[in-house]
């Protein structure tokens, strides 16, 4: 009786596979503050065990639950959607968790600090607000007067026109890297403009109008100094800038 053939690849140890990533360590300095406990911010030190593909979104996690539960932070959808972890990173506007390590030069710290230009309550938290104060004045929500039987038929030409900002999720990145809102809390700011320029230049709006009168005002968008500060730390590639020179224009026209 012959031996059953063993096809040598059979036996062969296959060990192409990649070799797993080993964790590196990183020091993350988060500006610190608590209103009952504090009379200044203060920078604080850690060290975190980080792959490549973490995000500074994992680092905070990782500070919290393991080294320090006093931290405290924004986030919920943890995807960059929700907008609720914009923070400065390295002195720039972003979302914690759209931030890789990887993209980050970690033979330096990096700096995490609070946004720019509100309130500070405590650690990366800061008082939204008055943001959102003057995102309700621009009446940001579409308006019009009549009751059709069926919906508003738009072209597609149409939608073009205001399709960047309807992707606006109020993170606030664009507002509070704006150096006018940081030395006047009064400007409507970039992220009231863009949802602004939404419904202005939506063709099933009636009240476009109304909100060129509001942004016409001495806080609005003549405040805007195009330093393109917004456009960059907009994490959904917003064109703000953009959106505010065509709302001033219109402005100038009276109508959209
Ligand atoms: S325009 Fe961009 S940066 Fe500004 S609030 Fe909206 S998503 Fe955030
Ligand atoms: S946690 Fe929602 S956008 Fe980052």
């Known amino acids: 009786?012959?031996?059953?053939?063993?096809?040598?690849?059979?036996?062969?140890?296959?060990n192409d596979a990649p070799e797993a990533e080993k964790p590196f360590k990183v020091e993350v300095v988060i500006r610190r503050y608590n209103a009952e406990t504090d009379s200044e911010p203060y920078w604080q030190s850690y060290t975190v065990d980080m792959y490549s593909t973490n995000r500074i979104l994992d680092a905070l996690h990782?500070?919290?639950?393991?080294?320090?539960?006093t931290?405290?932070?924004?986030?919920?959808?943890?995807?960059?959607?929700c907008g609720s972890d914009a923070m400065r990173i390295?002195?720039?506007?972003?979302?914690?968790?759209?931030?890789?390590?990887?993209?980050?030069?970690?033979?330096?710290?990096?700096y995490v600090e609070a946004i720019k230009g509100l309130p500070l309550e405590r650690d990366l938290i800061v008082d939204m607000d008055p943001f959102f104060e003057a995102y309700k004045e621009v009446q940001p929500f579409l308006q019009a007067?009549?009751?059709?039987?069926?919906?508003?038929?738009?072209?597609?030409?149409?939608?073009?026109?205001?399709?960047?900002?309807?992707?606006?999720?109020l993170c606030a990145a664009c507002t509070t890297s704006c150096p006018v809102f940081w030395t006047d809390g009064q400007y409507f700011g970039p992220a009231a403009i863009v949802n602004a320029h939404r419904f202005i230049f939506d063709?099933?709006?009636?009240?476009?109008s109304?909100?060129?009168?509001?942004?016409?005002?001495?806080?609005?968008?003549?405040?805007?100094?195009?330093?393109f500060n917004c456009s960059e730390a907009c994490p959904r590639g917003i064109e703000v800038t953009k959106a505010i020179a065509e709302v001033k224009q219109a402005v100038l026209r009276g109508r959209r």
């Open 71 to 81: 931290l405290a932070f924004r986030r919920s959808c943890a995807h960059g959607i």
């Open 90 to 110: 390295n002195g720039r506007n972003r979302l914690a968790c759209k931030t890789l390590i990887k993209d980050l030069d970690i033979t330096k710290p990096v």
């Open 203 to 208: 063709s099933r709006d009636e009240e476009a």
């Open 210 to 227: 109304t909100r060129l009168d509001i942004l016409n005002d001495k806080e609005g968008v003549w405040r805007c100094r195009t330093t």
């Open 62 to 69: 990782q500070i919290k639950w393991e080294q320090d539960s």
């Open 145 to 169: 007067t009549d009751k059709p039987e069926k919906e508003r038929i738009q072209s597609i030409a149409d939608r073009a026109i205001f399709d960047d900002t309807t992707k606006c999720i």
């Open 1 to 14: 009786m012959t031996e059953p053939a063993t096809a040598p690849e059979a036996n062969a140890v296959q």
